[in-house]
Nanobody
Framework: QVQLVESGGGLVQPGESLRLSCAASGNMYRISTIGWYRQAPGKEREEVATITMNGNTNYAPSMKGRVTISRDSAKNTFYLQINSLKLEDTAVYYC?????????WGQGTQVTVSS
């Protein structure tokens, strides 16, 4: 199994940037893909970005250009850089691991964008 812990959320103003972290532990070799998702109040959870263990990345069209997903293999940590934050980016951000074990979710980190 794989355990995920997100961090890095907080209260920011529009236009600012944040880097979210997802620390993974457990059977790392079983992971094929890590994804970042978000869920705003009253809305369904949506995919933001994914990265495969080969380094291939994919971004939601609505977020492309403002977000970057990356990994630090030495630290078993995955990052989501979000730039030019907007009010509508307010959500709980989750990371998810996909692999032979199925899927694992972290507990999420709150991002609030407010002026």
């Amino acid at each position: 199994q794989v355990q995920l812990v997100e961090s890095g959320g907080g209260l920011v103003q529009p236009g600012e940037s944040l880097r979210l972290s997802c620390a993974a532990s457990g059977n790392m070799y079983r992971i094929s893909t890590i994804g970042w998702y978000r869920q705003a109040p009253g809305k369904e959870r949506e995919e933001v970005a994914t990265i495969t263990m080969n380094g291939n990345t994919n971004y939601a069209p609505s977020m492309k250009g403002r977000v970057t997903i990356s990994r630090d293999s030495a630290k078993n940590t995955f990052y989501l850089q979000i730039n030019s934050l907007k009010l509508e980016d307010t959500a709980v951000y989750y990371c998810k691991a996909l692999g032979v074990f199925g899927r694992s979710w972290g507990q999420g980190t709150q991002v609030t964008v407010s002026s």
